[in-house]
Structure formats: C-alpha cells, structure tokens
T-cell receptor
C-alpha cells in the first residue's frame, strides 16, 4: 500500500547548521506531498507542500523538492535556529484522489542546541 | 478564523469512566479527522467524516470508541469505558474538499486514564 518512510530521529544539530530530514514514499498514483511541523504542546501545522514532480515547496527557510525518479521529498534548511526544534512529519495524499486522507510518516524529532 | 477548536485541553479520568472529546472544525470545512498520538504508535488516524458522514472508521481501535458528527460544526469522540492504554493526545483536524488536501489541526486533548 501507499506509505511514507522518514529517517529515524532524534536529529541533534547546533544552531546555524545545515538540516536534511529524509523522506521517501511509495505510491501507485500521483500524490501531493507535504511537510508538517509539530512544536511542543501544539497540533501539527503545514510547513510546505508540492503537488507534482519537480515542484519545490518552501516556507520559513525550509525547502523540499518533489523527486518522482527517486520517490523522495527531503526537507532541507540552510541554517537552523533553536526555534526550529520540533517534530517534522512527511505526508502524502491519496494518490488517486479518491479520498482526502493524508498518510503520515512516523515523524522526526529535531533538537537544535544554541 | 479561530481555527480548529478542541475541548477539553486536558482530561484526567479513572479507568472505567466515560470520556467525551469535542471538536469544532473550521467554518466551511467539510472533512473532519480524528487522530491519536502516542510515543509508541505515533500518529494514527482513527476516523474521518466527509459532509458529516463517517467515511473510514477502520482506525477505531475497538467498540469502546465511537465518533459522531451531528452537524457541520461539531464532532465528538467518545470512549466508554476508558482504559489506561487509551492515554494519549487526541487531535481533531479539518479540511476543505478540493482545498489541496491541507488539514488544519487543533491543539489536541491530552487524555490520562488512571
């Protein structure tokens, strides 16, 4: 079935370091891809999205490119801040659009140290 | 807009008691999702509604769990009787069909069953 695989956490970085969180997916159709972020004590919120191959989603300095050839949607940021500490979830839509469910990965905890 | 509103934010109850969690989706959204989040199992979709009708309840763990959506602006998730293993954070999310599948999450209800 359709699924999302994220790199295991926690990821611990120093402030201003480069961030990559890997996400790969398995889908039979043409899903849209998302990154959601969950700050401590809060619900998930959309960080960025991409709807088709080669699209790049970006927001708050984060970027991810929809790579169909490698079925990947890796999250990157050039210089992380302590305030970026959170859990990051990769997700995809129903590839055929039959439902509007999202399939979430397991989440990756990012801890940024000053 | 006030966003998705969940109540209560925290609930502490004793095993065997009935628990009711409440959710008010964003006005105009026609899909509503209930999730459960635990350290062990991550984020799990319990049930989702489209236009107030339950579409997929395959994630509901057992008959002790039930969900209703009597109108477009209100949903409940009930656990009767509650058990310690039900302790988790429960999230409600809503989305607009045709709105790019973006789900908007509430702040969650942290349930502790003693």
């Amino acid at each position: 079935g359709d699924s999302v695989t994220q790199m295991e956490g926690p990821v611990t970085l120093s402030e201003e370091a480069f961030l990559t969180i890997n996400c790969t997916y398995t889908a039979t159709g043409y899903p849209s891809l998302f990154w959601y972020v969950q700050y401590p004590g809060e619900g998930l919120q959309l960080l960025l999205k991409a709807t088709k191959a080669d699209d790049k989603g970006s927001n708050k300095g984060f970027e991810a490119t929809y790579r169909k050839e490698t079925t990947s949607f890796h999250l990157e940021k050039g210089s992380v801040q302590v305030s970026d500490s959170a859990v990051y979830f990769c997700a995809l839509t129903d590839p055929w659009g039959a439902t509007n469910k999202l399939i979430f990965g397991t989440g990756t905890l990012l801890a940024v140290q000053p | 807009d006030a966003g998705v509103i969940q109540s209560p934010r925290h609930e502490v109850t004793e095993m065997g008691q009935e628990v009711t969690l409440r959710c008010k989706p964003i006005s105009g959204h026609n899909s509503l999702f209930w999730y459960r989040q635990t350290m062990m199992r991550g984020l799990e979709l319990l049930i989702y509604f489209n236009n107030n009708v339950p579409i997929d309840d395959s994630g509901m763990p057992e008959d002790r769990f039930s969900a209703k959506m009597p109108n477009a602006s209100f949903s409940t998730l009930k656990i009767q009787p509650s058990e310690p293993r039900d302790s988790a954070v429960y999230f409600c999310a809503s989305s607009l069909e045709g709105g790019g599948n973006i789900q908007y999450f509430g702040a969650g209800t942290r349930l502790s069953v003693l």
